[in-house]
T-cell receptor
Framework: QKEVEQDPGPLSVPEGAIVSLNCTYS??????FMWYRQYSRKGPELLMY????GNKEDGRFTAQVDKSSKYISLFIRDSQPSDSATYLC????????????FGRGTSLIVHP | DAGVIQSPRHEVTEMGQEVTLRCKPI?????LFWYRQTMMRGLELLIY????????DSGMPEDRFSAKMPNASFSTLKIQPSEPRDSAVYFC?????????????FGPGTRLTVL
């Protein structure tokens, strides 16, 4: 079993829908949580970063961390066709090198 | 800055051939990372360098893989001999430092197909 689990999808939603993307993890040492967005034929780019439990909002995007459940989420409000991409969660352990462990990514399709 | 540059963008080769992937990191970045991405395994770290020195190569799958960074502006990932299971997208990324808030900037990737 991978340390970070993420449903590959695809997740298909209509434009304007609220999207929920999720990851679970098994290692309680993960302390820092990130979401990357990867467009087709491109490299991943950092979207949001959060530390420990709680919520963080950035425009239409909200990242949520529940450390007690080892569960993180990314919500996208008013989704747009331009949000169509693969979303990868990534996590960094407390202590040691700050090298992220990535989930497999969830493919999101927002259709007009 | 042009961002991280990788070449070639696509590579098709036959089993047993040597493959060399190239990367030019963002100028001034001290860290360089090589990743491999497949549908089955997702994005996996192969090796990373700090100031041209390999720090952690535990992700390199086997001795057929080797990576070098002869200077701050160039790195190579070599596969010899290549096998069909090496087919994947290989990404190079660089960052200024390697702290939690230090963003890794990814290149466009090299799509490798081994027949």
């Amino acid at each position: 079993q991978k340390e970070v689990e993420q449903d590959p999808g695809p997740l298909s939603v209509p434009e304007g829908a609220i999207v929920s993307l999720n990851c679970t993890y098994s290692n309680s040492a993960f302390q820092y949580f990130m979401w990357y967005r990867q467009y087709s034929r491109k490299g991943p780019e950092l979207l949001m970063y959060t530390y420990s439990s709680g919520n963080k909002e950035d425009g239409r995007f909200t990242a949520q961390v529940d450390k007690s459940s080892k569960y993180i989420s990314l919500f996208i409000r008013d989704s747009q066709p331009s949000d169509s991409a693969t979303y990868l969660c990534a996590m960094i352990r407390r202590g040691g090198s700050y090298i992220p462990t990535f989930g497999r990514g969830t493919s999101l399709i927002v259709h007009p | 800055d042009a961002g991280v540059i990788q070449s070639p963008r696509h590579e098709v080769t036959e089993m047993g051939q040597e493959v060399t992937l190239r990367c030019k990191p963002i100028s001034g970045h001290d860290y360089l990372f090589w990743y491999r991405q497949t549908m089955m395994r997702g994005l996996e770290l192969l090796i990373y360098f700090n100031n041209n020195v390999p720090i952690d190569d535990s992700g390199m799958p086997e001795d057929r893989f080797s990576a070098k960074m002869p200077n701050a502006s160039f790195s190579t990932l070599k596969i010899q001999p290549s096998e069909p299971r090496d087919s994947a997208v290989y990404f190079c990324a660089s960052s200024l430092l390697a702290g939690v808030t230090d963003t890794q900037y990814f290149g466009p990737g090299t799509r490798l197909t081994v027949l």
